[in-house]
């Protein structure tokens, strides 16, 4: 024990001595040869070198103690959990993060330049007996969490790309990364060029704030070198899937408060969970941004708020359908693929549309969780054919076919007060409909029709088949679009809102949402100039479309022949 906590203590003396004698102008060529004088200068005056980084290996907090002490080293506050190397170390040596206690320190060093740094002291507590020795030999071999840090002074988003991108330029390559809770800070990790000309390996961007969306982009790059970690992460979607729709169903985000955090045996009493198995779910909801975890509890972030009933744009009701009559219907997509038979009809005996209907509970529950991609809906009340129609003189109105509980009618109206709505739906979805519109106050401007396609009522002005056509084939397609043809004045509108798939395969929603539908009604997601054609066989064309957020986009459909405008 006294040999290998001298050999740590030297490791650790070592790192102490090299923050002392650098500075960041010095050190930035060191790490990076290929910078040229503007950049240099321009990462000098954005970057400061903080401190240089070290993973030890103590039996217990009283041998870290000694360990600091014999360098001369004071840590200002007692160690706090590492999420960041926890995580890495679990995935490195396939153990469970749970147990891996890593905790961080950061006593100070002062610089020969005076600068007020750190040495930045990554523990992992390795107790005798624990099985953990392996670990703790490989780690030391190879030095991965070693590594020197800069902290960005102005945490601009485009600052921080900017920033990247010159560190790739020079060689430096995307090693990892995380969002750090307890400290409200994102890293970036990089592996440095062959010619680097110190013993580091990596370099740290440490940026205050939580800065998720653009780490997302730096751990792509970085799994892109990694297949095995790539692959391995795609397997266990399933269990983010799972984890989203328990939270949600045990309404733990209804328990939580996004401005505190709330002891987990607090909110297992609430929910009626078991406050151990509670929070190891919750502590994988803090790797997904749903919450984040600090010593007053857990605290629920914007992301994991969505999954709240009374959230404005509530997406509660999306992931129990996603965890529920989908997710079973997901495992049998290999019969899907290998048979053709639609996987929901397959294990439920029918379509879903009709197996929906039969229950009330879960035909509300699916009707909200198509409200709940309401996002999509955002830019469609400023079409210009709807803008125009609002214009009419002797007003307009708007016809929603299979229009669900609402929710985009209702967004038509309350932009347009001079237009009135028709929604036709099955009798459960216009009872639904109805309340909803009524809560609005926009319940006497719009009619409710109970019926089929073959209901469409006429003499509309503009109708609007949202999300429709994606569930079935091509010839329902076409017997739906003729029935919406037959109904249209020669001057009226169609609007279809669909996801379209990229002519190119580049990377889309709908590419997901193709396989979705498949397995789940039997239905397709299709390109632009698919739909064309099914227009075109109906006696319809497409005059236009307009991107919408989600992958989406407004089809703008008239009659063949009309005018366009």
């Not at 653009?214 to 990694?226: F, I, K, M, N, Y």
């Not at 009419?392 to 509980?405: E, K, L, R, S, Y």
């Not at 580049?506 to 099914?534: F, I, K, P």
Request: aromatic share 6%; glycine share 10%; proline share 6%.
């Amino acid at each position: 024990m006294i040999t290998t906590l001298s050999g740590e203590t030297s490791r650790l003396r070592t790192t102490v001595e090299f923050v002392r004698e650098q500075d960041t102008a010095t050190l930035l060529p060191l790490l990076l040869p290929g910078l040229d004088g503007p950049e240099l200068r321009a990462l000098v005056e954005r970057c400061r070198f903080s401190h240089a980084a070290l993973l030890v290996f103590p039996s217990d907090e009283a041998e870290l103690t000694a360990m600091l002490g014999d360098c001369g080293l004071v840590a200002p506050a007692p160690p706090r959990p590492s999420v960041v190397v926890r995580d890495r170390l679990a995935l490195r040596h396939r153990r469970r993060a749970a147990d891996l206690d890593v905790r961080i320190l950061r006593p100070a060093v002062t610089g020969a330049d005076g600068a007020r740094r750190t040495v930045e002291v990554f523990a992992l507590t390795v107790p005798p007996g624990s099985g953990l020795d392996g670990v703790a030999a490989h780690e030391r071999e190879q030095q991965h969490e070693a590594h020197v840090a800069f902290d960005v002074t102005a945490p601009d988003p485009l600052l921080l790309r900017g920033l990247c991108a010159t560190l790739a330029r020079c060689g430096a390559t995307p090693d990892g990364g995380g969002y750090n809770p307890h400290e409200n800070g994102t890293v970036f990790y990089f592996g440095l060029p062959v010619e680097a000309k110190v013993g580091y390996r990596r370099v740290e961007l440490y940026v205050p704030g939580d800065h998720r969306d653009l780490l997302a982009a730096h751990l792509d790059e970085h799994r892109a070198g990694q297949p095995a970690e790539t692959l391995l992460r795609l397997m266990t979607g399933a269990w983010t899937t799972q984890a989203l729709a328990v939270f949600a169903e045990l309404r733990v985000p209804d328990a939580m408060d996004t401005g505190r955090g709330v002891p987990v045996g607090e909110l297992a009493r609430e929910v009626g969970a078991r406050p151990e198995n509670l929070a190891k779910l919750l502590r994988y909801l803090a790797m997904l941004g749903a919450v984040t975890e600090g010593r007053d509890g857990f605290r629920l972030t914007a992301r994991g708020a969505l999954l709240r009933a009374d959230a404005p744009a509530s997406m509660r009701a999306l992931a129990l359908m996603y965890g529920g009559p989908f997710y079973r219907s997901f495992g049998a997509l290999g019969h899907t693929v290998r048979t053709g038979e639609v996987a929901f009809e397959h294990l439920f005996g029918e379509h879903h549309f009709g197996h929906f209907a039969r229950d009330p509970e879960l035909a509300e529950l699916f009707d909200r969780s198509m409200a709940a991609g309401a996002a999509m809906f955002d830019p469609v009340p400023t079409h210009a054919a709807l803008a125009a129609a609002a214009e009419a003189p002797a007003g307009a109105t708007v016809v929603d076919i299979a229009g669900g509980n609402g929710e985009l009618l209702g967004r038509v109206l309350a932009a347009h007060p001079r237009l009135r709505g028709v929604l036709l739906e099955r009798p459960h979805a216009v009872a639904a409909a109805r309340r909803r519109l009524a809560e609005a106050g926009l319940g006497a401007r719009c009619d409710f029709l109970t019926g089929d396609f073959a209901d469409v009522p006429a003499g509309g002005d503009v109708y609007v088949l949202s999300r429709v056509l994606h569930d079935w084939e091509d010839e329902r397609c076409r017997e739906i679009l003729r029935h919406c043809a037959r109904a249209m004045p020669g001057h009226a509108d169609l609007l279809v809102v669909e996801r379209l798939l990229p002519a190119d395969g580049s990377v889309s929603l709908a590419t997901a949402w193709d396989l979705h539908m498949m397995c789940n009604v039997g239905g397709r997601e299709r390109q632009a100039a698919h739909y064309e054609r099914l227009f075109a066989d109906a006696g319809l064309a497409l005059v236009g479309r307009t991107p919408l957020p989600l992958d989406g986009h407004v089809l703008h459909v008239r009659k063949a022949g009309a005018p366009s405008v």
